[in-house]
């Protein structure tokens, strides 16, 4: 499968723990974003990188919350001191610098924090 | 400030009713439009965009600028159909980054 892969899908960790998300995009794609989604809700955007670039941060993206993407390639999502409002599937998705404005998704990983 | 309305959470039809999940927006300029939907089980795909003007799974959706909706369609409703459909733009003309809808539940019953 050559699609976005995210890993660990699942992650229980107990409140103040520290958590790490990983995202591997489609390999020629050099934008990469994260997503949080909760109950009943749509994707929400988080931020976006183009190759290793940050180029936009959403102000739900707390100081809590750091992404990397170090060698624009794979990506990283750290939630440091988690809190139970942290609970919610992190979605990965990439796409190419130009193409149609498609978004291809991974398939998530959720977190629940007790 | 952008943002995308999804009225309805859930939409239930019987197999080969027709279907309308509706969407309005709020944008200033020209939008360009997504549907997303995601089946079970299944990651979040997209379905259409209003620029192709082409018909996915005997889908379709017709910009409307007047009334600022993208309502998605479709003649005669299949059980697949069942999934989450989610609307989409991105905001200020930003390459990628999307707002959603919350989305809404389509079930077709058989």
């Known amino acids: 499968d050559t699609g976005v892969s995210q890993n660990p899908r699942h992650k229980i960790t107990k409140r103040g723990q520290n958590v790490t998300f990983r995202c591997d995009p489609i390999?020629?794609?050099?934008?990469l974003y994260w997503y949080r989604q909760t109950l009943g809700q749509g994707p929400e955007f988080l931020t976006y990188?183009?190759?290793?670039?940050?180029?936009?941060k959403s102000r739900l993206l707390s100081d809590r919350f750091s992404a990397e993407r170090p060698k624009g390639s794979f990506s990283t999502l750290e939630i440091q001191r988690t809190e139970q409002g942290d609970s919610a599937m992190y979605l990965c998705?990439?796409?190419?610098?130009?193409?149609?404005?498609?978004?291809?998704f991974g398939e998530g990983s959720r977190l629940t924090v007790l | 400030a952008q943002r995308v309305t999804q009225p309805e959470k859930l939409l239930s039809v019987f197999k080969g009713a027709p279907v309308e999940l509706k969407c309005n927006y709020s944008?200033?300029?020209?939008?360009?439009l997504f549907w997303y939907v995601q089946y079970s089980r299944q990651r979040l795909q997209l379905l259409l965009r209003?620029?192709s003007r082409e018909s996915i799974k005997g889908f379709t959706a017709d910009l409307n600028k007047g009334e600022t909706s993208f309502h998605l369609k479709k003649p005669f409703a299949q059980e697949e159909d069942s999934a989450m459909y989610y609307c989409?733009?991105?905001?200020?003309?930003?390459?990628?980054?999307?707002?959603f809808g919350k989305g809404t539940k389509l079930s077709v019953k058989p």
């Open positions: 989409a733009l991105p905001p200020g003309g930003s390459q990628g980054n999307l707002i």
């Open positions: 990188f183009q190759n290793e670039a940050q180029l936009e």
């Open positions: 209003h620029i």
């Open positions: 944008y200033s300029g020209s939008p360009e």
């Open positions: 390999s020629e794609h050099n934008r």
């Open positions: 998705a990439s796409s190419p610098r130009t193409g149609t404005g498609e978004l291809f």
